[in-house]
């Protein structure tokens, strides 16, 4: 069974810009989940979505959006980009309310 | 915040089994113990998970106190591609807010040769 994977790899963009991360969960996964990891804030929720519904968000801006589609993929956008939002970041998936498997991220950086 | 307390780092030489240690003083009866880990600038990757039995998988054994205030993730056989963070996370299995994962900053784990 394929892992959850997430596009594109690497990213740059500039300040002001806005920016559509993919993310695709692991077949029959209907739970996808967010994070933002930097090196001075470590590993960070950004939200949850469950069958097309945004169900648990982590203390992030309105800069920070995310929906789900019907077939449980995942997108997520930052609005007027900023220099802090430079990081990886990680979806995961997951089967019922158990195990969260993650992707291999999106490495984003903002000039 | 993280639930959880970790060494910041230890060493472990290749082949020799690698212990790291976490507590969880204030765990709930409902919270899962889970452990993760990530290789430089990869996905953290799940390794295991227990609620109060001692559970052992083809990757690394847990080992979790009768009072559940500790536990301890075993690699019996460490090798060099084990090098990476560590992080001990306890959650409830639910849909609520608490079944997100929170980590706190884990334990460099480095396996020399």
């Known amino acids: 069974k394929a892992g959850v994977t997430q596009t594109p790899r690497y990213l740059i963009k500039t300040r002001g810009q806005q920016v559509t991360l993919s993310c695709s969960p692991i077949s029959g996964h209907r739970s996808v989940s967010w994070y933002q990891q930097t090196p001075g804030q470590g590993l960070q929720f950004l939200f949850e979505y469950f069958s097309e519904t945004q169900r648990n968000k982590g203390n992030f801006p309105g800069r920070f959006s995310g929906r789900q589609f019907s077939n449980s993929r995942s997108e997520m956008n930052v609005s007027t980009l900023e220099l802090g939002d430079s990081a990886l970041y990680l979806c995961a998936s997951k089967l019922n309310e158990e195990t969260q498997y993650f992707g291999p991220g999106t490495r984003l950086l903002v000039l | 915040d993280a639930k959880t307390t970790q060494p910041t780092s230890m060493d472990c030489a290749e082949g020799r089994a690698a212990n790291l240690p976490c507590n969880h003083s204030?765990?709930?009866?409902?919270?899962?113990v889970y452990w993760y880990r990530q290789i430089h600038s990869q996905g953290p990757q799940y390794i295991i998970h227990g609620l109060k039995n001692n559970e052992t998988n083809e990757m690394a054994s847990l080992i979790i106190t009768e009072d559940r205030k500790s536990s301890t993730l075993i690699l019996p056989h460490a090798t060099l591609r084990d090098t990476a963070v560590y992080y001990c996370?306890?959650?409830?299995?639910?849909?609520?807010?608490?079944?997100?994962?929170?980590f706190g900053k884990g334990t460099k784990l480095s396996v020399k040769p």
């Open positions: 204030t765990i709930s009866g409902n919270e899962y």
């Open positions: 996370i306890v959650r409830v299995q639910d849909g609520g807010s608490q079944g997100n994962l929170i």
